[in-house]
Structures are given as structure tokens and as C-alpha cells.
């Protein structure tokens, strides 16, 4: 799994994104540049985004948490898409189907039909920008960035929505992701998905059916290989497998897909965590505050995004499962507490992305909120894909909290806001075996509250495969200083990841990081 991290594909990427090197501090300097934000990138160094997703109650919710962070993107464009469970059809009667879909699942024989779960005028990224609009003055109290919703609003478009994996047509979300893949702005595009890839196939066929047999192939060919990073929750409708893969395989494709941030949220929480979950905290903190809290979707609410779809039970509320299959639901996971926590399932494919100083987004293989391509250590000793995102669900509910405050809260003063945490230096660098290592960190809050910092090493994202032994000084203060020797059994070219933890004592109380590689050499 961190073979990518060594590959000349990802050097050369790493190498493209703007402002890299400034995702901590560059020089020796301890000051950040005016134009930085609490984690140290420059504000306008922001990356670019085109977000797809289908009307899924967790694609749903997943846009709310979007639309509270979007002030760290540079969003492009919301493109409706279609999925194998999400399709709109063509509206002139043309049937579909797909073999082993969930139409054909449980004995059903639902399809070949003219549409599935679909809405008619479904617009629910319509909605949901309508509702960001209403909380975007407060939101502005609170951080630079924010765009306008009227842009925003401009930027939503269809994708390829009509067919389950359809890519024979161009649409207004395809054609958008061609121009933006052979434009030549620097640094990648970030193609995320929490539905199909069909938008994202087709763009890249009309790409290769204009350029393949023309003496400006290849460097189109290597150019868009370069440009493009898939962030997908899984192959939702297979044109990743079927035609993605096969035809642009050096077309970076991350894999984000977690069970912390869907419906299986409750098999891979922390017992810590646990809480994030209940209806008590999801009410306070998420469903009772504001527009947007009105939107999310929680157990027991009485929605329904299609009207009798017998896939989405969720709104009932103080029925067994079978009752609920008495009434011809297809319950495929248990019904919990009413005003609980339903699902974010496609939150992962943009939170490593987000700008807390963790850096997730230089490789797959790196981790953050959204977690990372490969297992952590749990600690029971276990290794666990599940927790290699859960360790860190417990920050990301409370920055969420925080954020749904501001929506309603017009005085800066009033609500919390992440610390800032800087560290000295460059955050990538080299080192010697038998090298002492000094680390100084500085963590000041906008809001003068305590904060409290550490350093510990993230061994899952190394390479080295052994721990380096941390001495700190000043524990919990602003002052954060760490030492330690480079071992000599480390190889060159394996990394050490320390990460520099910073946690203000507000309500709620918040999380900044600043990551720092170090790389062997002989």
C-alpha cells in the first residue's frame, strides 16, 4: 500500500501541487505568511474540486458537511450523477437494466424500467445550496473563503445521470470535466465521487475518441494522467472497472470508501466515540441547529427522498425490522434510535482534502479524516482498515459541530475556532541515520482558549517499520519541542512521520495538526 508513495507518478504529483511546500512552514522561520490560514497553506492555495453525487440520503448529508468546509475548495462544479442504485432515465420511456443490481437482489424482478430511485425535478444540491445561502452571512463571521452562492449555484449541472452507467452521451457535468482536465491551470484536479464515475468516464472518452489519433496524443495522454485523482467511495456503477481503468490506467483512482462515515458507522467506531452516533448528540449538535440541521437526515425523521422507495426505511421511526418488512421495505441494515446518526457514507472522498495540516492529500497512503489506503494498528494491536479513518472520527465531529454553530451564530466571538499550529522548518526533509532531530512546534487559538499539544509518531503512514523514541518538552503548553535519533537500522529512502497535535479547550473543543516527513538517506 505505500508503494505509491515512492512512485515517480506521485513525486511528480506531489511536486505539481501549489504551495505544497508551504502546507507547514517554509524556511526556518517560525512565522506563517499574512495570506495563511490556522494550518499554515496559503487561502488562495486552495484545491480544485469537482464534486458528483446522486440523491442518496448520505450523499445528502455528505454535501451539508461540503458546503460547511467549502470555504477550504476551490469548487468547480456539483454535478448531479447517476449510480447502479440512482438513475434518472431518459424521460421518453426507455427502459434499463443492468444484471445483479439491487432490482434483482432479494428475489425482486423490479427492472428493466424507466428509472430508479429518481425523483422527477429531483434538486436536492439545489436545495441544499438554497439553504447555504440562507446561513452564508454567518459563515462569513467566521473564516475568509466562503463563496458566493450564487456561484455556486451556477456551478451545478447534470452529470451523466439518465443510465446506470451510460457514457455513450456527453452532458453539461462531462463536458465540464473535459475542460477542466485539458486546461492549463497547474497542480490536479480532484474528481470526487460519491456516485458513479459514468461523468468522469465520459468526459475522459471524449477526450481519447478527440486526441488518439493525433500527433498531440501523448502529451494529452500524460497530461490528464497527471492532472486527474479520482476520489471515489468504491465503483459505484462499474466505469471505473469497465472503461477508466483499462483505458487510462495511470490515472491516480484513491479509493475512500470507509464504514466510519456510512451505514456501518456503528461496527467501526471507537467505543470512545461511540457518543457521535446517539440521537442526544446528533440533536444538539447537528439536527436542532438550523436551516441545515432541518435538512440533515437522521433515523425517525418521516423522509423519504423518493417517495415510496422500499430501500429507504430510515424516516420510520419505533418499528422491528419485521414490521418494517411486513410493510414491503427491504431493511438491509437494523433500524436504530430515533434522531440518530443514518449515514455520511461519501464524507471520505473530500476530508483529506481539508486544510487541518495533516496533508492527506499528498498520497493515498499519507491518511487523514478521510483515512488511507491501507490498515492502522488499533490499539488492542489489531490491524484495521476500519480504523485507520474511526481514530480520527471523534476531531472531525467536533470541527463539524463547530461549524454547524457558526451557521447560526453572527458574532465571531461567540462560537470556537480551530487552533493554529505551526512548525518550524520545512515540512518534508532529509535526515541521517544516527541524526538527532529537533521539532519545534508553536500552537496559539484565535480564540485565546488553552491548548493543549503533543507530538507522536503515525507509524502506519511510515515506511520505516520500527518507532523512534520521542523526548518532549513543555507537554500541553504553546511551546512544542520534540527530540529524537534517526535509528541506524533505518533504510535509505524510508520515511518517519511525526505529527504535531494541537487541541484548544472550547466548546466544542477543536483539533489542529502540522505533519512532518522525514526521509532517510545514506
Excluded at 440562507?134 to 456561484?151: M, S
Excluded at 503515525?458 to 523512534?468: F, L
Aim: charged share 20%; net charge neutral.
Amino acid at each position: 500500500m505505500k508503494k505509491a508513495a515512492s512512485s515517480l507518478r506521485a513525486a511528480l504529483r506531489r511536486a505539481a501541487i501549489p504551495g505544497l511546500a508551504a502546507a507547514v512552514l517554509c524556511s526556518m522561520t517560525p512565522a506563517a505568511p499574512a495570506s495563511a490560514d490556522g494550518a499554515g497553506r496559503p487561502v488562495n492555495d486552495k484545491p480544485r474540486v469537482i464534486l458528483m453525487h446522486d440523491p442518496e440520503l448520505d450523499d445528502q448529508n455528505t454535501l451539508i458537511r461540503y458546503l460547511l468546509y467549502s470555504n477550504e475548495f476551490s469548487t468547480e462544479a456539483l454535478i448531479y450523477s447517476s449510480s447502479g442504485v440512482h438513475w434518472a432515465g431518459d424521460g421518453n420511456g426507455t427502459k434499463w437494466f443492468v444484471p445483479g443490481r439491487e432490482y434483482t437482489r432479494f428475489g425482486l424482478n423490479l427492472c428493466p424500467c424507466t428509472s430508479w430511485r429518481w425523483s422527477p425535478g429531483e434538486r436536492f444540491i439545489h436545495d441544499a445550496v438554497d439553504i447555504y445561502q440562507q446561513v452564508y452571512p454567518n459563515l462569513r463571521k467566521h473564516a475568509d473563503g466562503y463563496p458566493d452562492p450564487r456561484e455556486l449555484t451556477s456551478r451545478i449541472l447534470n452529470g451523466n445521470i439518465q443510465f446506470d452507467g451510460d457514457i455513450s452521451t456527453d452532458s453539461p457535468g462531462s463536458d465540464l470535466v473535459r475542460r477542466a482536465l485539458l486546461d492549463n491551470r497547474p497542480g490536479p484536479v480532484y474528481l470526487l465521487t460519491g456516485a458513479g464515475q459514468s461523468t468522469i468516464a465520459r468526459a475522459l472518452k471524449s477526450i481519447k475518441d478527440q486526441y488518439e489519433n493525433t500527433p498531440q496524443w501523448p502529451a494529452i495522454y500524460q497530461k490528464v494522467s497527471q492532472k486527474a485523482i479520482i476520489q471515489s467511495f468504491g465503483d459505484q456503477d462499474n466505469t471505473y472497472a469497465n472503461y477508466i481503468k483499462p483505458n487510462w490506467p495511470d490515472i491516480e483512482f484513491r479509493q475512500m470508501s470507509t464504514r466510519i462515515w456510512g451505514y456501518g458507522a456503528r461496527n467501526a467506531v471507537r467505543p470512545e466515540d461511540g457518543k457521535y452516533l446517539s440521537s442526544a448528540w446528533t440533536k444538539a449538535n447537528v439536527s436542532d441547529v438550523g436551516p441545515f440541521g432541518a435538512f440533515y437526515r437522521v433515523w425517525g425523521d418521516g423522509k423519504q427522498m423518493v417517495p415510496g422507495d422500499i430501500f429507504d426505511y430510515f424516516g420510520f421511526s419505533g418499528l422491528t425490522t419485521a414490521e418494517l418488512r411486513a410493510m414491503g421495505y427491504i431493511v438491509w441494515t437494523p433500524p436504530q434510535e430515533k434522531g440518530s446518526w443514518i449515514s455520511e457514507g461519501d464524507t471520505s472522498i473530500f476530508m483529506n482534502l481539508l486544510d487541518n495540516g495533516l496533508r492527506g492529500y499528498v498520497d493515498a497512503s499519507y491518511g487523514g479524516w478521510g483515512g488511507r489506503s491501507g490498515p492502522d494498528v488499533d490499539p488492542s494491536g489489531t490491524s484495521s482498515s476500519d480504523y485507520a479513518s474511526a481514530r480520527w472520527f471523534g476531531a472531525a465531529q467536533e470541527d463539524f459541530a463547530a461549524r454547524m454553530k457558526w451557521t447560526v451564530t453572527p458574532r465571531y466571538s461567540a462560537a470556537n475556532h480551530r487552533p493554529s499550529v505551526k512548525v518550524s522548518g520545512q515540512p518534508d526533509r532529509d535526515v541521517r541515520r544516527g541524526q538527532v532531530v529537533t521539532l519545534v512546534g508553536h500552537a496559539t487559538d484565535p480564540d485565546r482558549d488553552d491548548v493543549t499539544s503533543k507530538w507522536w509518531q503515525y507509524t502506519d503512514a511510515d515506511t520505516y517499520p520500527g518507532t523512534v523514541s520521542l523526548t518532549q518538552s513543555s507537554p500541553g503548553r504553546d511551546l512544542a519541542k520534540v527530540q529524537f535519533r534517526v535509528p541506524d537500522d533505518a533504510a535509505p529512502g524510508q520515511t518517519i512521520h511525526l505529527v504535531l497535535q494541537s487541541t484548544d479547550n472550547g466548546s466544542p473543543a477543536l483539533t489542529s495538526y502540522q505533519r512532518v516527513v522525514l526521509t532517510v538517506k545514506s
